[in-house]
């Protein structure tokens, strides 16, 4: 089969998965409503129970997990080319703790400046993401011989740990309340409560997505060595730039949205490999549109396995990606 004809068939198939996925769950919850009367534009908006619980209450949720399931699992899949490491994910590198202390900053100093609809949590969280950016990159490249991946690596690690005891000492010195909504928001929470903070992550998103589009060629070469593919005209240290600038840009917005849901990024990227292969031109949009799908499900089940109450998506995602994460280890030994 063709590398065209193979990449509209998986596309074909996952995006109709998908799809359905992102209109079914919705309908799904404490209360459930009927689809086409959700539709139904013969019912005035003010009588259209459906309606509201559709579009004001699931769908911003819906379109938020997809969002941030999407970005997380390729942002996964070009971090673990980039590494050329089967366990690294979105959250190597130290963004993810950095969104996060942004946010425990803001809870915690109770700012509420706003703009454009957007709280000032999830700006704080990715203003966050940007300082780790900045911090991880210029610790990679500081021997001005490209950027090195090992140290990339150690630098985020490190990272992790030392904005995680801020983040730790942070919640000491908060009260109750926002010693709560801190370890709520850590958990990760995919209720955004409209579509403002959706619009506001959109453009990064699709900035970052922008570039992967064009990585693909690259990655597969980068994943069997540098100089393999400087061999091959690749620009390694422009490619490993891009890859690593376009895959932090996307933690950094998803984790802004929704908290750092972890396991996303190295669940679906492994679970689409052992079904599509290893070409990164089918990975990675079969892993873009099954992150999407898979977010979402375990956040349904997550708002329908304990209902009325609501579980956040994190444990999910956490219960679902620990045993997969150790199986891979396993798997690797």
Known sequence: MSLRRRLLTVVGIFGAATLTVLLW???????SISLSRAFDTGVPWADNVDAQIFFVARLPRVLAGALIG?????????????????????????????????????????????????????????LGSLVAIAIVYGLASSQRRGLSTNVLLLAGVTLNSFFSALILFVQYLADFAE???????????????????????????????????????????????????????VEVVKAQRWAFFSASLATGAAVSLGGPVGFIGI??????????????????????????????????????IMAPLEIPVGIITALIGGPFFLWLLVRQA
Do not use: K
């Open 25 to 31: 769950a919705p309908t799904m919850g404490s209360t």
């Open 70 to 126: 999407a970005t997380l699992a390729a942002a996964g899949v070009v971090l673990q080319a980039l590494m050329r490491n089967p366990l690294a994910t979105p959250f190597t590198l130290g963004v993810s703790a950095g969104a996060a202390l942004g946010a425990m900053l803001a809870i915690a100093m109770r700012l509420d400046v706003g703009a454009l609809g957007v709280s000032s949590v999830p700006i704080a969280s990715f």
């Open 179 to 233: 010693s709560f909504r801190t370890v709520r928001w850590l958990m990760g929470d995919l209720d955004v409560g409209g579509y403002g903070p959706i619009v506001a992550a959109t453009p990064f998103i699709v900035a970052a997505f922008a570039v992967f589009a064009v990585l693909p060629r690259a990655l597969n070469l980068l994943t069997m060595g540098e100089d393999m593919a400087a061999s091959r005209g």
């Open 267 to 304: 669940v679906v990227p492994h679970l689409v490999r052992l079904m599509v292969g290893s070409d990164h031109r089918v990975v990675l949009p079969a892993a873009t549109l099954f992150g999407a799908a898979f977010l979402v499900l375990c956040d349904l089940l997550a708002r329908t």
